[in-house]
């Protein structure tokens, strides 16, 4: 048996689409989604992994991890897809009359042509029972952009990670994405009375797959559940047993 055909055994490989419904930027693959492991925030890159620090007579044990040997952080830039603005868009909040107004240099074509490209989410929707002040308005962008996965899948719709972006964010969202292909992304405004401008190429959400599955959650005393605690253990003995930090190494513990 072949190497790609044992590795296609072992992991099932699910498929998650994007069309794009206008011919011209689909052509323009600047703006054609990516992997979140190309949209890495320029000063996340510039974290070193390891700081020196004067600890121990042995040099190894001198090195202080930063986020970049975490695994929290290392995986998070593993899973998903992010969708980017596919021109240019200004946008601006005016807090004495309530309205907004927006610009961009090409009108892209949508699924639905009798709506605008960028339209209001009335507060009463959302807004108006939320406690964050610091929320002015919601913006709905009419992206060029569709999404499919395969029957049973769905997509956690959220901010790029670490992106800090003190004019707009994303809410948090899940859409499933095996019945329901278009993107109206939800812009939440933060400030007003400002020119925000959206260069095009600029990474807008980050769309991750799933599958949907029901969980039995459990609570367990694990001091006296000895299978549990032979798992952690078992976790333990193999980060920590090891002067090479292998957290991406391990092998499940079940």
């Known amino acids: 048996m072949g190497y790609s055909n044992l590795i296609k055994r072992r992991w ?10 206008d011919d011209y930027l689909f052509y323009d693959k600047s703006i054609h989604p ?11 890159k510039s974290v070193p992994n ?47 009359s309530k309205t907004y107004n927006w610009e961009v240099p090409y009108v892209w074509k949508i699924m639905f042509p009798d709506r605008e490209l960028i339209e209001s989410h009335s507060g009463k929707q959302m807004l108006d029972y939320t406690p964050i ?8 962008l009419n992206l060029p ?26 809410p ?8 329901i292909h278009e993107l109206n992304l939800q812009l939440i405004i933060t400030t007003e009375d400002k020119e925000i ?6 990474p807008l959400a980050l769309y991750i797959p799933f599958k949907r599955e029901k ?15 032979k798992r952690f253990k078992k976790y333990t003995v193999g980060l920590f047993g090891s002067f090479k930090y292998s957290v991406n190494k391990l092998k499940g513990t079940q």
């Open 12 to 21: 099932k490989i699910n498929k998650i689409t994007f069309g794009i419904i």
């Open 34 to 44: 990516v992997h979140i492991s190309e949209q890495i925030p320029e000063w996340y």
């Open 50 to 96: 390891n700081l020196y620090r004067k600890v121990s007579h042995f040099k190894y044990l001198n090195n202080l991890k930063t986020i970049r040997s975490c695994s929290s952080f290392v995986n998070v830039f593993k899973n998903g897809y992010v969708i980017l603005a596919p021109t240019d868009i200004l946008l601006i909040y005016n807090s004495e």
């Open 133 to 140: 002040n610091k929320e002015k308005i919601i913006l709905k």
């Open 145 to 170: 952009y569709t999404i499919f996965t395969n029957n049973g899948y769905s997509c956690i719709q959220m901010e790029v990670p670490y992106s800090y972006n003190e004019d707009w964010k994303i």
């Open 172 to 179: 948090y969202g899940i859409l499933d994405t095996d019945k």
């Open 197 to 202: 401008l959206i260069k095009k190429g600029t």
């Open 215 to 229: 969980h039995i959650m459990n609570v367990i005393n694990i001091n006296t559940n000895k299978k549990f605690f």
